[in-house]
């Protein structure tokens, strides 16, 4: 059983930074791609954030966080972050974690099969 645990999230003033993270327990890999996700206040689909490969660390980030997030691993700690700057209203939202168990990279919600259970971030003055 793998359990994926986010943390971090806080109600924060717009142009604020905050890091998140997420950490895995049980027994899994600690080289399972792992992406963030994120659902606005009543949005329905979990959209896309950031991703990490578990090998070479490559990353891939939607063009709405690109510049702004960076996502990071610490592999011996079997934590993933997400570090985000200037942050906006439009970030508002619930984040969550996900690694792929499949090994497979994507930006597909679909092909993550491991979740955690979401941490709220809240972007306003």
């Known amino acids: 059983q793998v359990q994926l645990v986010e943390s971090g999230g806080k109600w924060v003033l717009p142009g604020d930074s905050l890091t998140l993270s997420c950490t895995a327990s049980?027994?899994?890999?600690?080289?399972?791609?792992t992406a963030w996700f994120r659902r606005t206040p009543g949005g329905g689909v979990r959209e896309f954030v950031a991703?990490?490969?578990?090998?070479?660390?490559?990353?891939q980030y939607s063009d709405s966080v690109k510049d702004r997030f960076t996502i990071s691993r610490d592999n011996a700690k079997s934590t993933v972050y997400l570090q985000m700057n200037n942050l906006k209203p439009d970030d508002t939202a619930v984040y969550y974690c996900?690694?792929?168990?499949?090994?497979?990279?994507?930006?597909?919600?679909?092909?993550?099969?491991?979740w955690g259970q979401g941490t709220q971030v809240t972007v306003a003055s």
């Open positions: 996900a690694a792929s168990g499949r090994y497979l990279v994507s930006r597909s919600e679909g092909v993550y099969d491991h």
């Open positions: 049980g027994h899994g890999d600690n080289t399972w791609p």
């Open positions: 991703l990490i490969t578990g090998g070479s660390g490559g990353k």
